[in-house]
């Protein structure tokens, strides 16, 4: 039997945790870009379809998803489907959610990589944008409770403007704007123009 003492088992463990690496933390879980659909037997059958917009932000990717109503010779922003001055989902059956995989701020609000939901209040020259962590609850308005209001990230104010053109299905575009995107919501003849941004972690 070999005798090791205590102060030899000791220069060995020091020698063991010397050799042994730092504790590096793990990478964060990829953000899952794929469209939330909470009913998708109903899916091909909507008079809303479903789509998405996608664009990089210091080449990093953001996806947008939304449902597309159309006009269909109705007043819609302003009327009484999306009246001014009450929330709105942005869109159609679920609400309209944004995936990023990396820190960004829309219209001026800071969000980590993740899944949000997306909200607007509409006005006359002035829209407020609304960024949400809840996920889950459908896009109607009566749907955004106490309970998912309080899961806000933030909100900020973006400038609307009339367009000489009609634009027929509610149309979310991006275009790239310095180190980021300008998000485009366009429906009939509004246009609002939503910055996003790079942002630090």
């Known amino acids: ?5 205590t102060l030899s088992l000791a220069a060995v463990s ?5 050799s042994l690496p730092a504790v590096v933390p793990l990478p964060a879980a990829p953000v899952d870009t794929a469209c939330i659909v909470q009913n998708p037997r109903n899916l091909a ?12 932000v210091s080449g990093h990717l953001v996806k947008v998803c939304y449902g597309r109503p159309s006009a269909r010779g109705r007043t819609m922003i302003g009327g009484g489907a ?6 709105w989902r942005t869109g159609a059956n679920e609400p309209t959610m944004i995936h990023t995989t990396a820190p960004i ?5 800071k969000v980590q990589p993740g899944i949000y939901s997306f909200y607007t209040v509409p006005g006359k020259t002035e829209w407020k944008v609304i960024v949400n962590r809840s996920t889950s609850q459908w896009g109607h308005e009566g749907q955004y409770s106490a309970e998912v209001k309080a899961q806000e990230v933030g909100r900020g104010t973006v400038r609307s403007m009339q367009m000489d053109d009609h634009v027929e299905m509610f149309t979310i575009r991006a275009e790239p704007s310095g180190n980021g995107a300008t998000l485009f919501l366009e429906w009939e003849k509004t246009r609002v123009r939503v910055p996003v941004m790079a942002t630090e972690t």
């Open 105 to 109: 701020s829309i219209a001026g609000i």
């Open 1 to 5: 039997m070999i005798a090791i003492s």
């Open 82 to 87: 999306v009246p001014y001055d009450k929330i």
């Open 45 to 56: 059958n909507r008079s809303s379809p479903l789509d998405s917009t996608s664009f990089k």
């Open 14 to 18: 020091v020698a063991i945790a010397g």
